[in-house]
């Protein structure tokens, strides 16, 4: 990943957090499709339990991943496809630079790809000197503006349509104007001539299936179907988690990747594509290219506490129903992912101590899980990566936290397990703390280490007789 910010997510978080603008974006857009997603998983025929069996379906594959991936490389090739296996973004990147200048290609279009914005493509183009033009319309307005996606389907969703006027107006000289349709004309027509001229298509791939070596791509304005057909040259980028054995198991997860990602029951435009074209296809590329991303997902996938990360599909539903994703948005993760799969994966990519206040931010509410399409248990992963935070695992490269906070909570461990002793510990906690500012009855800072817990709101004291002491003197005959 490029350009990571993570340690700056707590003031980002707050930034974004002052912003109306942004705040109105994210509402609208939460509102949107939280619910609309949960509506359209009742409306399965199968009912919403068919994320369970989706779940099984990324399970089971992930944990034959290298046998599928064979399959997946194997059945291109025999399709007349080229298939690389990059263990890092930097082999990636190498190989789409070398297939480039074999290709002796001066333009690039590509197709909205999250795992190309993980392995920074575009930079690396544009640094050998190769023009890259982002074809899907909210990467090509994020693009103009020099921003990074702040949503996962939805990169562009933290602009309103004025600024966008305004960023036309600027960068390709359309006269201003707020409206959608104007808008999305103008962008058409620069971008019409951006695929006539281009000598590569480079795109991400949602997923790829072993048994028939098709990859799937979805788009809203059927702009891929262009980026892969029309240049001479396709190269698609995937992470190796992407794939699935059969056509059966594909067809599933498609149904809710669509329902996830845009509460719609199928992506607005799909396209499958197999290969280079040929004598009884020839609106395909002259050569097909596909490139199976490592980078960092065989250590989480040797590790079990996280290897069930690798079964999402990036439909961004978790996105749409957190609460933390609600209020700050995606460009304060300072990552490629954002939101709750944002939060468990990054730490994991990038290292867990660089990127611990992601998952620490997180409320452990369960809205993630209860959106995702393939049911992820993000929740217990969050709190997997707080403990190895704590506890400290050289596995992952964390030390454990400070020895204060450690003796403070085995200290709470003590008292919990010696009920007398926890008692009178309450009894002495709400003495001191009559010495504590308070605001309308509540403690409003806190002093040393439980300082964190006022910073942004304020506490109920401990009371003076405890719950215990109340019941035994209730009447409960009434
Ligand atoms: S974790 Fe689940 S909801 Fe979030 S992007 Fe992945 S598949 Fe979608």
Redesign the pocket.
């Known amino acids: 990943m490029t350009d990571i910010t993570t340690q700056q997510y707590v003031q980002a978080g707050r930034e974004a957090m002052k912003d109306d603008i942004l705040q109105s974006a994210l509402a609208n857009v939460q509102g949107r499709l939280g619910p609309g997603t949960q509506a359209a998983y009742r409306n399965l025929p199968e009912g919403p339990d068919l994320r369970l069996k989706a779940h099984e379906i990324r399970e089971k594959t992930i944990n034959n991943l290298d046998i599928v991936l064979e399959t997946l490389a194997d059945t291109i090739r025999k399709r007349g496809g080229k298939v690389f296996f990059a263990r890092t973004k930097e082999e990636a990147v190498a190989y789409c630079l070398k297939v480039a200048q074999a290709n002796k290609v001066k333009q690039v279009v590509k197709g909205k790809s999250m795992v190309t914005e993980e392995i920074g493509l575009n930079k690396n183009l544009e640094a050998a000197g190769i023009q890259v033009s982002e074809t899907d319309l909210g990467e090509y307005i994020i693009q103009l503006a020099g921003e990074k996606p702040s949503h996962?389907i939805a990169p562009a969703i933290h602009k309103t349509r004025q600024q966008v006027g305004k960023l036309f107006s600027e960068k390709i000289g359309t006269p201003y104007t707020e409206d959608p349709a104007t808008l999305t004309g103008a962008a058409r027509k620069a971008l019409r001539e951006k695929f006539l001229s281009a000598d590569m298509g480079i795109t991400g791939c949602n997923l790829a299936c072993a048994e028939t070596g098709h990859i799937s791509l979805v788009s809203n304005e059927g702009n891929i179907r262009m980026a892969t057909t029309l240049p001479k040259v396709h190269v698609a980028v995937m992470g190796m988690e992407r794939v699935v054995p059969n056509l059966e198991d594909h067809e599933i997860l498609f149904r809710l990747l669509s329902r996830?990602a845009a509460a719609q029951k199928l992506g607005g435009c799909v396209s499958y594509i197999g290969g280079p074209g040929g004598p009884d296809f020839p609106d395909g590329p002259e050569a097909f290219h596909l490139v199976i991303l490592d980078n960092g997902r065989s250590r989480i996938l040797a590790d079990p506490a996280f290897r069930e990360?690798l079964?999402?599909?990036?439909?961004?539903?978790?996105?749409n129903a957190c609460p933390v994703y609600g209020k700050i948005s995606g460009h304060a993760y300072g990552a490629t992912y954002c939101?709750?799969?944002g939060a468990v994966l990054t730490p994991l990519m990038v290292g867990m101590n660089r990127a611990k206040d992601l998952c620490l931010g997180e409320s452990l509410c369960g809205a993630?899980q209860q959106?995702?399409?393939?049911n992820?248990d993000?929740p217990r992963m969050l709190r997997e990566l707080r403990f190895r935070l704590a506890e400290g695992d050289p596995a992952w490269g964390t030390t454990p936290v400070s020895r204060m906070e450690r003796l403070g909570y085995q200290g709470f461990a003590f008292l919990a397990g010696h009920p007398r002793l926890y008692g009178i510990a309450l009894k002495l906690g709400a003495v001191a703390e009559k010495l504590f500012p308070k605001n309308k009855d509540m403690i409003s800072r806190m002093p040393g280490l439980g300082a964190g817990w006022t910073v942004s709101r304020d506490i109920r004291p401990v009371s003076g007789r405890p719950f215990r002491e109340r019941w035994k003197s209730m009447d409960r005959k009434n």
Request: charged share 5%.
């Open positions: 996962i996830g990360i079964c999402c599909i990036r439909c961004s539903a978790c996105l939101g709750p799969i993630c959106a995702c399409s393939v992820i993000l």
